[in-house]
């Protein structure tokens, strides 16, 4: 199981800022250890952002993403209290889900 | 007249069954949203693959879909790149690096209340163009691009 993310929702006058920080190793697959062996792709997928429980933005990600991926989304119609839910899956089907409570 | 009402009856019973399947979790939307992978476009090899899988190949220009990223990036890395689009009704925005093995980087999608805007942090193996490709709810394409200088690659290292 992978680490926790660490999700932070601000309200920013009516925009809520969800900023994401995903602890991932996003192996492309083009990589070699130090044994000239190619080190196998490892990297997310895809990810979803739900407030409340209903889905706002959905992603599909390959593996130009960088380590430890940093995402940043607005969503509106939020309000502080209301409930981030983040979901990542990856090609190992390893897969995460965090909470996070707006601000 | 029976066949006319037989086929309503019909269509109503399959419509019904498609709401049970929906109420008992069979078809959970956001879990297949999240199933479809688009392999086609992600495994493209180069960018004009990538951009025909996505179907935006007649993508036109647009002021107000923009991009910022740094002109030259000292780690190819990590490159910061954000991504806005003011265009009316933007459904998608989808990122690719033209010069790196794969370049379709990312793809999301914006339902009711998600605003088309994203920061992503990517990787670039050299210097190369980026290109952001919106699609809006008429299924029309906009792109725009910038170009990134990267004086030590994202790959390899």
Known sequence: MADPMKIRAQMKGDICDIKILMSHPME?????????KVVPAHFIQSL????????????????SISRNPVF?????????????????LDNKGDKRTDEATVS | MDLIRRNVLRSAGTGGALAAMLAAGILKPTAVLAAEWNKNAFEAKDSAGAV???????????????????????????????????????TSISILV??????????????????????????????????????????KFYTVQKEVKVTVGGCGG
């Open chain 2, 98 to 139: 033209d010069k790196n093995p794969f370049p379709l980087s990312a793809s999301f999608d914006f339902a009711e209340g998600g605003v088309p805007e994203v920061a992503v942090r990517l990787k670039l193996s050299q210097t190369s163009l980026v290109k952001a490709i919106a699609k809006t709810a008429d299924g």
């Open chain 1, 72 to 88: 940043g989304f607005k969503v509106k119609g939020a309000k502080a209290g209301d409930k981030v839910t983040v979901n990542w």
């Open chain 2, 52 to 90: 025909k899988a996505l179907g935006a190949a007649n993508a036109g220009d647009n002021k107000d879909l923009s991009m910022t990223a740094p002109e030259i990036a000292e780690n190819g890395a990590v490159v910061p790149i954000e991504v806005v689009s003011k265009i009316p009704g933007t």
């Open chain 1, 48 to 63: 979803s952002v739900d407030l409340n429980g209903k889905t706002v933005i959905s992603g599909q990600t390959g593996t």
């Open chain 1, 28 to 36: 492309t697959g083009q990589r070699k250890d130090s044994d000239g």
